[in-house]
């Protein structure tokens, strides 16, 4: 198995002409898994070697608007460049609670309809993520949904045994989300390999003893 990864942005908060806010991709496979996705991220795509049509999923760490204000015109970019098609796997969409309602209010306020689905896993965060005056429970967001269709997907909570969460299991991977101290909710990924059996010739060490 194949992985390569291209930054596409590592500026903080304020934008640059030269340099591109929180975005990278990891590519595996034929599939491109982007994370972070801040303002201009789909403009540094279409200067990179990487086909957006590729992304498949979308990892976002936290809730500030430089790692991820980029998504929805992303999305809708991907829409235009994409055809209808009813058996077209979603595009999984991870990242803190609250972020499911923002895609769905960004596409919904902005009458932008996608030729694709998505779904949206949200990670349950912890009360000792951020300083307490930070720490919002965002418990209306579950009300608001009742009412909503489209983009539904699953509410990961933390596994104190393994004290992280277990998005994605695969043959040959395992990623796993973790938490980080920040100012708000922030999680950090890990790209995980499984072990594979090595291929030796049994009989040649025999031979060597």
Not at 128 to 135: K, V
Request: proline share 6%; net charge neutral; aromatic share 10%.
């Amino acid at each position: 198995m194949s992985m390569d990864i291209t930054f596409l942005g590592t500026g903080s908060a304020y934008p640059s002409p030269t340099r591109g806010a929180s975005a990278l991709v990891l590519r595996r496979e034929g599939e491109c898994w982007l994370f972070d996705c801040g303002e201009g991220t789909q403009t540094q795509l279409m200067r990179s070697h990487l086909r957006a049509g590729k992304i498949t999923k979308i990892f976002i760490t936290h809730l500030h608007g430089d790692h991820f204000f980029g998504l929805p015109g992303l999305l809708c970019t991907l829409s235009l460049q994409a055809t209808s098609d009813p058996n077209k796997p979603p595009v999984d969409i991870y990242g803190p609670l609250g972020l499911r309602s923002f895609v769905r209010r960004s596409m919904e306020l902005s009458h932008s309809q996608l030729l694709f689905p998505y779904t949206v896993h949200e990670l349950i965060p912890t009360h000792d993520q951020c300083p307490a005056e930070e720490f919002k429970e965002f418990s209306y967001l579950d009300r608001d949904e009742m009412s909503c269709q489209g983009g539904q997907g699953r509410r990961l909570h933390l596994d104190p045994v393994e004290n992280s969460y277990l998005l994605i299991e695969d043959e040959q991977l395992v990623v796993k989300a973790f938490r980080l101290f920040h100012r708000i909710p922030s999680f950090g990924y890990v790209v995980e390999e499984k072990p594979r059996t090595g291929k030796l010739n049994v009989q040649k060490l025999k031979d060597l003893g």
